[in-house]
């Protein structure tokens, strides 16, 4: 071919050659950055990086705490609820308590509870351990230890101050018989608070499913009592229980655990079935005026772990044991377990009964918090503990009783509940003596519930369970 047919070709100017050249290793070090930026994210979790895992879609970093948001993705993991249970221990009603609610003709607890009422009303929903018989005063009078029977009102003036259940089945629920049992529940409903422990009937259920924020909770609630062979009667506080009433109370032996065992597993396939995404145990057992557990409350507990029981508190030692988190034998479960919360209120005091540590005159508030996401678990993702103490004032026929929330967050006790030397030094005591039994395992439980929660936020790209 001649060269008059060949087409003309155009050279780059010295200066277009250096703009490609650099435009080459510009894009080429843009490569390198994107690649760099890749692989750093598959080992960095900071706020300003996007993980992207093979097959799968971009998964944000965020606090556990919040929640996931995943920018567009079809796999989003978002909290979609959250439910707080407060439950608070033994509510006994000596004489000297009841006496103190004389108001006119009639009587109110309110004042009891005035210092608590905020914690319990900020609660999304609040629980605590009638420990009494509300029995009336047709042929009978109001009673303390050992067969307790208090006026209606100690159930309005519960409702009125933010509860919203009072547990029934303790070893002084049948202290008036059957009659006392039944009239008890009548007048607690009748106030607005939901019941457990006990029913008017055996065709009612044994436990309850409760909508708490969005989160249906499970709730049953055990004492334990001595059952005889036939397994149809038991004695509890000493009392032989008829026939009739037989199945209206939730016991367990010490001495028959698997029957125990049996009914927990078949009840909580009851609760499943019901729409349960969480599980709670309120149970009275232990040995009273005893700071630690019983090897028996371990068994019991380790066992509720395995059946699936998410929270466990526990009342009846008239004292506070410690705070615990369980695993279950296979490791897949775990369990919270307050195994005594001590008491709420009672007239145990260190100058008139056998126990003179002061133990008695303690207790807590456990509010515990359930955290639902939208993959459908459900967690228990926070506890707290709040110190209370029973302050008395006056004497004898003149004596009254509040529950103070010991709360560290409150500048000046003495101010602020109007206390006296002496009673502001019984507060501060009654704080060291809980501080001494629950702090280190508190700080423990809290410590495993974060590091979970965090395992659960960092593994959310690469198993279905999401955050919970």
Known sequence: MSNEHRPNRRRLTPGAKFLLSAA????LLFLSGFAFRYCLSLFVVGDEYLIHLPGRDPIAHVDPNQGLDVFGSSNTVTQTGRATILAAGDLMTHLPIVRSGAAGTGYSFENIFQYVSPYIASADYAVVNL???LAGTDGKEYTGYPKFNAPDAIASSAYHVGFDMMLTANNHCYDYGAAGLLRTLDVIQNAGLDTLGTISSVEEPRYIVKEINGIKVGMVNY????IKDDRNTFVINDMQVDGKSAGLINIF???NLDLFYNEMENHISGMRAAGAEAIVLFIHWGDQFSVNPSSTQEIIARKMCDLGV????GSHPHVIQPIVQL???????QTLCMY???NFLSNQRADNIALETGHSEDGLMFSFTFVEYSNGEVHVEFVDLMPTWVLVRGSDSSKSFQILPLDVE???WNEVYSLDGDQAANANKSLERTNALIYHSLNAVKSQLQQQMGERGHTLGTFTGGVG
């Open 24 to 27: 080459a290793v510009i894009f």
């Open 310 to 313: 998410d929270v466990i508190a």
């Open 131 to 133: 420990e009494t018989t």
């Open 340 to 342: 005594s919360m001590g």
């Open 327 to 333: 695993t279950s034998t296979d490791g897949k479960h």
């Open 223 to 226: 004492t334990y009592a001595d």
């Open 253 to 255: 032996d010490y001495a």
């Open 410 to 412: 409150i500048e000046d």
